[in-house]
């Protein structure tokens, strides 16, 4: 059955566009995780037929864009890893409009805003992420989030449908909307911008770029803010009151540049990496009544 249904995923994506036992590594911002037993690549167009297959044969699969918020275990993943990536990731810019494919990284969608003169993904420009992902999340930085410039969305329905979801459809809240509870896929969106000027754009993305570099632990893989921001507090200020900034399991360590990150410093496993998130939310809700919930997304085997 493994040779058909390869013979056939083949066909779907072409060769070169799908892998056998591919290392996560390479795939995830944290560069930890073992292989997925299959990955594919394929172009918007390809992601319902190749969701079919994987149905009529059984094998669970999963969507993910840059792998900018995923824990994958080192053990790998079981089934299908389909990656809207670069071969799903054209960008149309109309009047004050930008059509964007589910792969498309927020900070080209940024620059090619900004250089048609549109304000609105500034926030956007250093997040490490694809557009479908941060859909799916109702990503944001400094203030500005998805759910602010995000017109409308096509998503693939867990029926196999393409769909059209309007922002409020969408129901966005705070790293949230709708789409993983419907089992649905985002395939690609229109973001509703403002005109701006140029300069002024690129003024402010200057300026956050200075801002991440002076606070955040870019220098180190991680996956960005690993926690939620729990209701009347913040993640890194917790994290640091409860005596924990530099704290490490093996090579994974919580940033002595800012708390709210896991680093992995060099050769870090995922284990290492789960059970120093699991130690941080278990010491921070000791001292001071807490349970912080994780951003980042834990996937396969550990």
């Not at 066909?11 to 995780?33: A, K, L, N, P, Y």
């Not at 079981?78 to 670069?86: A, N, P, Q």
């Not at 924990?244 to 093996?250: A, C, E, M, N, P």
């Amino acid at each position: 059955m493994s040779d058909i249904f390869w013979k056939q995923l083949r066909e779907i994506t072409g060769d070169g566009r799908c892998f056998r036992q591919e290392d996560m590594s390479r795939h995830t911002t944290f560069r930890v995780g073992g292989p997925a037993e299959y990955y594919a690549c394929p172009g918007r167009e390809q992601v319902t037929e190749l969701i079919s297959l994987c149905k009529s044969y059984q094998i669970p699969w999963m969507v993910i864009g840059n792998g900018s918020n995923l824990l994958v275990g080192d053990k790998g993943i079981s089934g299908m890893v389909i990656e809207l990536g670069k071969e799903a990731s054209q960008i149309e810019v109309k009047g004050a409009e930008v059509r964007a494919q589910a792969g498309a990284l927020l900070s080209v969608v940024a620059r090619k805003a900004a250089d048609a003169g549109l304000s609105g993904m500034e926030f956007a420009s250093g997040i490490p992420g694809s557009v479908g992902g941060a859909i799916v999340m109702n990503a944001g930085a400094y203030g500005g989030e998805m759910r602010q410039v995000v017109e409308k969305a096509t998503v693939l329905t867990a029926e196999g449908r393409e769909k059209e979801l309007s922002r409020e459809e969408l129901c966005f809240g705070y790293r949230h909307s709708c789409i993983p509870e419907h089992h649905m896929v985002v395939l690609d969106t229109v973001l509703a911008l403002e005109r701006g000027d140029l300069p002024s754009i690129d003024e402010e993305m200057a300026r956050l770029r200075r801002l991440r570099s002076e606070k955040q632990p870019l220098e180190y893989p991680s996956a960005g803010s690993t926690f939620k921001r729990p209701q009347g507090y913040f993640a890194g200020k917790l994290i640091q009151d409860a005596g924990l900034r530099g704290y490490r399991v093996g090579e994974a360590q919580v940033s002595e540049k800012h708390c709210g990150f896991v680093i992995n410093r060099g050769g870090a496993t995922a284990a290492q990496v789960r059970q120093l998130i699991r130690d941080v939310q278990d010491k921070v809700e000791e001292q001071f009544g807490v349970r912080m919930e994780t951003e980042v997304r834990f996937v396969g085997e550990f």
